[in-house]
């Protein structure tokens, strides 16, 4: 099957400060990926959907301005965490679909695991 | 409101039996409905799908489900589990009116004893 990269895999960081996730589509193209928000034992939170070249469209309830959002080509789009405070870690998962076909599954990232201290 | 439910948090089968992970959806029309499976700390990976067509589906790994209409069910079955199986699984829909969002089912987890 088609392959979503995420990047890092893990990630810690100080409370303050800013991180970028980036995911990107390997063998496919997309013009819409999502990122999910995921907590322990939990299932999938859409946080937001990303469009090439176009605003992302966030879920009701996600901060727009803390969850930046950025899909600058149909193969990357990248979530940046801005001001993360500890609430803010969390498993964050993003997925992919090719462009054009009709009835294809989505493909997910490995996902990253934040942690903020 | 558009929802999937996957009534049982955990399943436990020892190993070499057959198993079943249910999954039931409220949404309008004929959606697409897709199985995907996590192992700690990683993303999803897709097991199957069902788009049209025959009710039984197979998939990745040995797994097949069955589309049943009338009882808007989607039930993941496998003939006979592996200790490796043993994973978290979601049962997933995507409308017809939005062909890109996909509401998920709130996981199941499986586990095969020895």
């Known amino acids: ?7 890092p895999s893990r990630v810690i960081c100080k409370s303050g400060t800013s991180v970028k996730i980036e995911c990107r589509s390997l063998d496919f193209q997309a013009t819409t990926m999502f990122w999910y928000r995921q907590f322990p034992k939990q299932s999938l939170m859409l946080m937001a959907t990303s469009n090439e070249g176009s605003k992302a469209t966030y879920e009701q309830g996600v901060e727009k301005d803390k969850f930046l959002i950025n899909h600058a080509s149909l193969t990357l789009s990248t979530l940046t965490v801005t001001s ?3 609430e803010d870690s969390s498993f964050y998962i993003c997925s992919a679909r090719e462009i054009g076909v009709q009835g294809t599954e989505a493909f997910f990232g490995q996902g990253t695991r934040l942690t903020v201290v | 409101a558009q929802s999937v439910a996957q009534p ?27 199985w995907y499976v996590q192992y700690p700390n990683r993303g999803l990976q897709f097991l199957l799908k069902y788009i049209t067509g025959d009710n039984l589906v197979k998939g990745s790994y040995g797994f097949e489900a069955e589309f049943n209409k009338s009882q808007t069910s989607f039930h993941l079955k496998k003939p006979s589990a592996l200790v490796s199986d043993s994973a978290l ?23 095969v004893f020895p």
């Not at chain 2, 699984?89 to 586990?111: E, H, M, S, W």
């Open chain 1, 1 to 7: 099957g088609a392959v979503v990269s995420q990047h």
């Open chain 1, 84 to 86: 993360a405070h500890p």
């Open chain 2, 8 to 34: 049982e948090d955990q399943v436990n089968v020892a190993e070499g039996n057959p198993l079943t992970v249910k999954c039931t959806y409220s949404v309008s029309g004929n959606p697409y409905l897709f």
């Open chain 2, 89 to 111: 699984y979601f049962c997933a829909v995507r409308p017809v009116y939005n062909t890109d969002k996909l509401i998920f089912g709130t996981g199941t987890r499986l586990q």
